[in-house]
C-alpha cells in the first residue's frame, strides 16, 4: 500500500482547509489507511484512483467524509464493547474448560496503537476463570510507527477518555506527565511485532483466539480469502476468530462457521475444516 | 430520557446539552450543586443521567454526587463527573462518592457518546 505523492498532497491541503489539522509528511501511512474503506465503498481500486476522482469531481459530500476520515482519529478501548462482552462473558470462561495448561494465546492481528491488545488483556484480567491463567497477546501491525506507540503504552487524555471505564482507568493506568501509562504487569503480556497480513506470517505458534477486527475492509476478495485460509492454519482447532461489525467471512472462506454470541458474532472452524488444517 | 447538566459554564452546559440532545435526551440544567438540588426537589421526574462539573460555585460537583447518593428516592440517577480535574485519586474519590463515570475535559462528543453507552444509557447499549 503506497499513496503517490499528488494525491497526500491534495489529501493534505484539503484537511489544512476543513479543519486546519496538518499531515505532516510521514503521515501517508495514517491517510492510506484511513481512505482504503472509503476508495473501496465508491468502488475505487486503489486510494490514488479514488484521491483523483475526488479531486476532479469535488462532491462536497465526499470531500467532508474524508476530512472526518481523517480527523477523528482515536481509536477506542473496548472498541464497540460487544466483542469484549462476549470474550469474557462467553469465548474465555469456554475455553478455560478446555485448556488444562492454564494458557491462552490472543493475536490481535492489527493492533494499531496498541488499544485492541491492551484492552484484551484487561478483559482477560477480569474474567474469573482466567485467576491465576498466563494469557499472552502477540500485538501486530505494518506500521512501526504504531508498534511503537504501542510498546510505550502512553497515552493521551483524549486517548483514554475513548471508550474506557473510569475504574479501569484507575486500576490498570498511572499518570505520566500530561499522558497516561498502562501499568507494566499488563505491557508484559503484550508482545508487538511487525506482520504483513498479506505476506505469508512468520512462525508464531497456534492461538486461541485471533482479532482480526475492521482490516479485512483494507482488501479486495482473493485477499480477504487468502488472509482467512492463513488465519486458519494458525488457530487452535476450538479456537474463535473476531471480526468487526460489518465484516463477515460468508462467501469469503466458508470454512468458518459464525457461531451467535450475545449481541455480536464469533466465528470457528467448520468442524469438518479442523482435520484437514495443514500445520 | 431527562438529562442533568450541572456545570457553571454556559458554554459547557450547551455543549454538554447539544451532544445529550441529539442522543435523544431531554435536557435540563442548572449552574452549581444547590441549583440541581432544588431542581431534582421540584417537581417534575427524576432525571436518569446527571452531568456533573467538579469546580463550581455554592456547591460543588463532589457535594452534589454525595448529596444525591444520601438521598434514595434520587437512587436511579446514573452520575457522570464531567472535569478538567484529571488526577487518578480524584477519580477515585469522585467514584467513591457515588459517580457512576468519569469524563475528563477537553472530551469529544464520541467520547462522551461511548461513556453513555458504558452506562448502558444509549438505544443500543448493552454496558460492560
Same mark, same amino acid.
Given at each position: ?82 466483542? =469484549?462482552?462476549?470474550? /469474557? ?37 477480569? +474474567? ?26 502512553? =497515552? ?29 504487569? @499488563?505491557? %508484559?503480556?503484550?508482545? &508487538?511485532?511487525?506482520?504483513?497480513? +498479506? ?7 497456534? &492461538? ?18 487468502? $488472509? ?38 464469533? =466465528?470457528? $472452524?467448520?468442524?469438518?475444516? /479442523? ?5 | ?5 450541572? %456545570? ?16 435523544? &435526551? ?38 452534589? $454526587? ?10 436511579? @440517577? ?23 463515570? =468519569? ?26
Amino acid at each position: 500500500m503506497t499513496i503517490s505523492p499528488q494525491a497526500f498532497t491534495f489529501v493534505r491541503e484539503l484537511v489544512r482547509a476543513e479543519s486546519a489539522i496538518v499531515l505532516e509528511p510521514g503521515k501517508e501511512y495514517l491517510v492510506e489507511s484511513r481512505l482504503v474503506p472509503l476508495a473501496r465503498e465508491a468502488g475505487h481500486p486503489d486510494v490514488d484512483a479514488y484521491v483523483a476522482d475526488l479531486s476532479t469531481r469535488r462532491s462536497q459530500a465526499a470531500l467532508m467524509k474524508v476530512v472526518e476520515a481523517l480527523t477523528t482519529n482515536e481509536t477506542s478501548w473496548f472498541r464497540d464493547s460487544d466483542p =469484549y462482552t462476549t470474550l /469474557r462473558k462467553e469465548v474465555l470462561p469456554l475455553l478455560a474448560k478446555t485448556r488444562p495448561n492454564r494458557e491462552l494465546r490472543v493475536w490481535a492481528a492489527a493492533c494499531s496503537s496498541g488499544q485492541e491488545p491492551y484492552s484484551i488483556v484487561m478483559t482477560a484480567l477480569d +474474567t474469573p476463570e482466567l485467576a491465576g491463567w498466563k494469557t499472552d497477546v502477540i500485538a501486530t501491525d505494518l506500521s512501526e510507527e504504531m508498534l511503537e506507540r504501542g510498546r510505550r503504552g502512553e =497515552y493521551s487524555q483524549l486517548e483514554v477518555n475513548r471508550g474506557m471505564p473510569a475504574t479501569t482507568l484507575v486500576r490498570h493506568f498511572e499518570r505520566s506527565g500530561l499522558n497516561w501509562r498502562i501499568n507494566q504487569s @499488563i505491557k %508484559d503480556r503484550v508482545q &508487538f511485532r511487525q506482520l504483513n497480513l +498479506t505476506r505469508p506470517f512468520p512462525p508464531m505458534g497456534k &492461538f486461541d483466539v485471533v482479532f482480526l477486527r475492521n482490516v479485512l475492509i483494507y482488501f479486495d476478495l482473493p485477499t480477504k480469502q487468502d $488472509i482467512l485460509r492463513r488465519v486458519r492454519q494458525v488457530m487452535a482447532p476450538d479456537g474463535h476468530l473476531f471480526l468487526g461489525a460489518a465484516e463477515m467471512t460468508m462467501g469469503v472462506d466458508d470454512a468458518w462457521e459464525r457461531v451467535p454470541a450475545g449481541r455480536s458474532s464469533v =466465528y470457528r $472452524i467448520r468442524e469438518e475444516q /479442523r482435520t484437514c488444517v495443514p500445520w | 430520557m431527562r438529562a442533568l447538566v450541572v %456545570d457553571d459554564s454556559r458554554a459547557m452546559r450547551r455543549i454538554v446539552g447539544r451532544i445529550l440532545g441529539d442522543a435523544g &435526551f431531554e435536557v435540563l440544567e442548572a449552574a452549581d450543586g444547590q441549583e440541581a438540588l432544588d431542581l431534582l426537589a421540584g417537581p417534575g421526574d427524576v432525571p436518569e443521567l446527571a452531568c456533573v462539573d467538579w469546580n463550581m460555585p455554592v456547591m460543588d460537583g463532589l457535594t452534589f $454526587i454525595t448529596e444525591v447518593r444520601r438521598h434514595p428516592e434520587w437512587r436511579a @440517577i446514573t452520575l457522570m463527573m464531567v472535569t478538567t480535574e484529571s488526577e487518578s485519586d480524584q477519580i477515585v474519590r469522585a467514584l467513591a462518592a457515588g459517580a457512576h463515570e =468519569y469524563l475528563i475535559k477537553p472530551f469529544t462528543g464520541e467520547a462522551m457518546l461511548e461513556k453513555l453507552d458504558l452506562l448502558g444509557l444509549l438505544p443500543t447499549s448493552t454496558g460492560v
